[in-house]
T-cell receptor, first 115, second 116 residues
Framework: GAGVSQTPSNKVTEKGKYVELRCDPI?????LYWYRQSLGQGPEFLIY????????DSGLPNDRFFAVRPEGSVSTLKIQRTERGDSAVYLC?????????????FGEGSWLTVV | KQEVTQIPAALSVPEGENLVLNCSFT??????LQWFRQDPGKGLTSLLL?????REQTSGRLNASLDKSSGRSTLYIAASQPGDSATYLC???????????????FGRGTQLTVWP
């Protein structure tokens, strides 16, 4: 597609429920990133994929968070037993190839509210 | 751990002013630095990317400089316009664990308002 696509754009869920957030990166981009942004804060790194494998998952806050990218394209961020503190914007981004000269492209985010 | 600080947190100016936004980072071992713009309720749009070997980049009315040794970058906006109103975020790419695709470390941003 033309840009990074994220669905849903908004999600309201009850505390304790399971949530899946989907990211469709720009076609051909090998690297995919998930960030979380709370109000008034900068984006906080969660995980990034190089192809199908998670190259760095050190930003995942705890074992309730998990992400997959089974075919090296679309990725899903999964949150189990949601808590009110999980409320944030979840941003996905992708980059075209290796090399530090390639810029990163962000989607518009999935706004998650846990009530 | 890399920490990125942006000053000021907020800035409100009349149209036409030239502006300087500041970014500092604690670890100078970076691959590049990027400046992003974020409009309310939207994702991030990359404005400028400066490689670690470069000193500055320019795009239209925007100029970004990088002093890697001192851990600082500035974003200069010339002749500001109301349409420039947004949050401006600075991020450094450190390339963790030897990977050039590593995470970005973001500051909290500078919220800019340009009034007519």
């Amino acid at each position: 597609g033309a840009g990074v696509s994220q669905t849903p754009s908004n999600k309201v869920t009850e505390k304790g429920k399971y949530v899946e957030l989907r990211c469709d990166p720009i076609s051909g981009h090998t690297a995919l990133y998930w960030y979380r942004q709370s109000l008034g804060q900068g984006p906080e790194f969660l995980i990034y994929f190089q192809g199908t494998g998670a190259a760095d998952d050190s930003g995942l806050p705890n074992d309730r968070f998990f992400a997959v990218r089974p075919e090296g394209s679309v990725s899903t961020l999964k949150i189990q037993r949601t808590e009110r503190g999980d409320s944030a914007v979840y941003l996905c981004a992708s980059r075209p190839k290796t090399g530090s000269g390639n810029t990163i492209y962000f989607g518009e985010g999935s706004w998650l509210t846990v009530v | 751990k890399q920490e990125v600080t942006q000053i000021p947190a907020a800035l409100s100016v009349p149209e036409g002013e030239n502006l300087v936004l500041n970014c500092s980072f604690t670890d100078s071992a970076i691959y590049n630095l990027q400046w992003f713009r974020q409009d309310p309720g939207k994702g991030l749009t990359s404005l400028l990317l400066i490689q670690s070997s470069q000193r500055e980049q320019t795009s239209g009315r925007l100029n970004a400089s990088l002093d890697k040794s001192s851990g600082r970058s500035t974003l200069y906006i010339a002749a500001s316009q109301p349409g420039d109103s947004a949050t401006y975020l600075c991020a450094v790419h450190r390339g963790d664990r030897g990977s050039t695709l590593g995470r970005l470390y973001f500051g909290r941003g500078t919220q800019l308002t340009v009034w007519p």
